[in-house]
């Protein structure tokens, strides 16, 4: 069964406190979920339209498993602490084995 991953790519921090607030809450929320960080803020070397910003990588067991772990009342309260507190493109993509 392919993997699933949560890929974050944030274009803008705005209120950091919010992102504290939200790391807070969703890393239990994550691990919960069965996910594991492979890739968390460090260094980061954009090309093209990319913006070398904070990305985080996120690795389930399954696509399902990833979209249930985002749908899951435990990181929705965190999108909530998070708010409009960064500017990120967030996707769930299905791993190819």
């Known amino acids: 069964m392919p993997k699933g991953y949560w890929v ?3 274009r803008t921090i705005s209120d950091p406190e919010k992102l ?3 790391n807070k809450l969703a890393g239990p929320a994550v691990k919960a979920g ?15 339209a ?8 996120i690795e389930f067991d399954s696509f399902e498993q990833a ?3 985002h749908e899951s009342a ?3 309260e965190a999108l909530v602490a998070l ?3 960064v500017e990120r493109d967030f996707r769930i993509v299905e791993g190819l084995d």
């Open 8 to 10: 974050s790519a944030y």
């Open 20 to 22: 504290a607030a939200y």
């Open 34 to 48: 069965g996910g594991r960080v492979l890739a968390r803020g460090g260094r980061v070397v954009a090309h093209d």
């Open 50 to 57: 990319g913006i070398a910003e904070r990305t985080v990588l």
């Open 67 to 69: 979209v249930a772990a």
């Open 74 to 76: 435990a990181y929705q």
């Open 83 to 85: 708010s409009d507190g």
